[in-house]
C-alpha cells in the first residue's frame, strides 16, 4: 500500500494536453498587440500562472492596460481551438485506472477557473473521473504558487499535506506543492526537467506510464 493519501493533479499538461493549443493562440493575440514571443518563450512566461497574473505581466510589458474585451476574446479563441484538437495526456488514463485499483483517492487543482476546466475535462472524456473532485482558482484567494490550492484539496479529503502528492508540469505548481508541505513530482513533456528539479520537485519523470510506480512507491 502506498504512503501517498492522495494524488492531486495539475489539469492543464498534465491530464489534459492543452498547453501547446492555448499558448499558440495567446501567441498569436499578444502578437496582435505588437509583442511577439516563440512558443518556448509563452512556456517560460506565462504557463502556470493564472489569467489574472498573465494579465499583470502583459500590462507591465505593454506599459498600459490590457484592452478591454482582451480576456474574453482570448477565452472565445481558445475554446474553439480546443474544441478542434484537445486530447487528454497520452496515457494518463492507464495510470488513472491503476491509481483506482490500489485505492489511492485523486482529484485536481487547477490554477484555471472551474468552466474551463469542466470544458477541458469533459471534452476529452476525463469528467465523469473527477465529479466532485475538482478545485479551482475561483475557490481560493491565491492561486499557485502560493499553495492555497493544494492546502483546500487536503482539508477537503481530510489527508495531512505530508501525505499528498501533487503531479506538476511547471515550476510555479511545483513551487505551489512544496510550499504546501507535499511529495510533488513534475511532469517533464514539455518543461525541461533541470527547471522543475530547481523549483523544488521531489521527483521528475516524462510518460505517464511511469508515474503508478512512483506513487505506490512513495514511502
Do not use: W
Request: aromatic share 6%; glycine share 8%.
Amino acid at each position: 500500500m502506498s504512503a501517498c493519501q492522495l494524488v492531486i493533479f495539475d489539469c492543464d499538461g498534465v491530464l489534459v494536453d492543452s498547453e501547446v493549443i492555448t499558448n499558440r493562440v495567446f501567441a498569436d493575440m499578444l502578437g496582435e498587440l505588437g509583442m511577439h514571443f516563440t512558443l518556448p518563450e509563452m512556456f517560460e512566461r506565462f504557463v502556470g500562472r493564472s489569467m489574472m497574473q498573465c494579465c499583470e505581466l502583459i500590462a507591465e510589458l505593454l506599459r498600459r492596460p490590457v484592452p478591454a474585451g482582451f480576456v474574453e476574446q482570448f477565452h472565445s479563441r481558445a475554446s474553439a481551438a480546443l474544441g478542434a484538437e484537445l486530447k487528454a495526456v497520452a496515457g494518463i488514463e492507464a495510470a488513472l485506472d491503476v491509481l483506482d485499483a490500489h485505492r489511492v483517492p485523486y482529484c485536481v487543482a487547477s490554477n484555471g477557473t472551474a468552466e474551463k476546466m469542466g470544458l477541458t475535462l469533459g471534452h476529452t472524456g476525463l469528467l465523469r473521473r473527477f465529479e466532485g473532485k475538482r478545485f479551482s482558482v475561483d475557490e481560493v484567494a491565491q492561486g499557485k504558487p502560493a499553495p492555497d490550492l493544494f492546502l483546500l484539496a487536503a482539508r477537503t479529503f481530510d489527508v495531512l499535506p505530508a501525505r499528498c502528492c501533487v503531479i506538476e508540469d511547471t515550476p510555479t505548481g511545483v513551487t505551489a506543492g512544496v510550499a504546501a508541505g507535499m511529495q510533488v513530482y513534475g511532469y517533464c513533456a514539455l518543461m525541461p526537467a533541470q527547471r522543475m528539479t530547481a523549483a523544488g520537485a521531489h521527483r521528475t519523470f516524462t510518460s505517464m506510464s511511469e508515474l503508478p510506480a512512483l506513487i505506490l512507491a512513495c514511502a
